[in-house]
């Protein structure tokens, strides 16, 4: 028997050109951040640097921000991004892990080279906890970042609205 509207797909699936959007590659050939990855992460780090960037002259909820280059997270930082991006602030046994194998200060601030390395290591071991946490961040699978109302109630706000749905990292898990 043939469906009453046979021009209508199954709901499950999917038809034409315009739903064969392919997820962005978070590494490159070589298991480096790829470079769209790594705009991702400099825009989710300038939002918690030290000191923070310069806004754009056109800035709306899906401009990327770009950090100073000499930023860093300090503590407020790196404890409201942990927030944000897997819903608690990190142990301090965790921020020792983090002070003693990433890329850090003299005063163990958190540079974005260890940023990136947080995210390098994490993408290898687990891809899927990266993309919730770029979509807690904002961004879609094609590393765009979207415009939401949640994101631009936070721009006015200044406070964290992001919820996580992702488990806390433990360097640990990486060496």
């Not at 046979?6 to 499950?12: L, V």
């Not at 970042?145 to 609205?161: G, I, Y």
Request: hydrophobic share 30%.
């Amino acid at each position: 028997m043939q469906s009453p509207r046979p021009e209508t797909p199954e709901p499950s699936s999917k038809q034409g050109r315009r739903n064969a959007q392919l997820d962005a590659q978070l590494l490159d050939a070589d298991g480096a951040i790829s470079d769209k990855l790594e705009r991702c992460l400099r825009h989710i780090f300038a939002k918690y640097c030290t000191p923070r960037p310069a806004h754009p002259q056109k800035h709306d909820s899906t401009t990327l921000l770009t950090p100073p280059g000499d930023a860093i997270l300090d503590a407020t930082g790196l404890d409201a991004w942990a927030q944000d991006t897997n819903g608690a602030p990190f142990s301090e046994e965790t921020k020792e892990e983090l002070r003693e194998f990433l890329d850090v200060t003299e005063e163990g601030e958190l540079t974005f080279k260890g940023f990136a390395q947080i995210y390098q290591l994490q993408t290898e071991n687990d891809e899927e906890e990266t993309w919730r946490d770029l979509s807690n961040h904002g961004f879609d699978r094609t590393l765009t970042l979207v415009s939401t109302r949640r994101e631009e109630e936070a721009e006015t706000s200044h406070t964290s609205l992001f919820v996580s749905s992702g488990d806390p990292l433990h360097i640990h898990d990486f060496f």
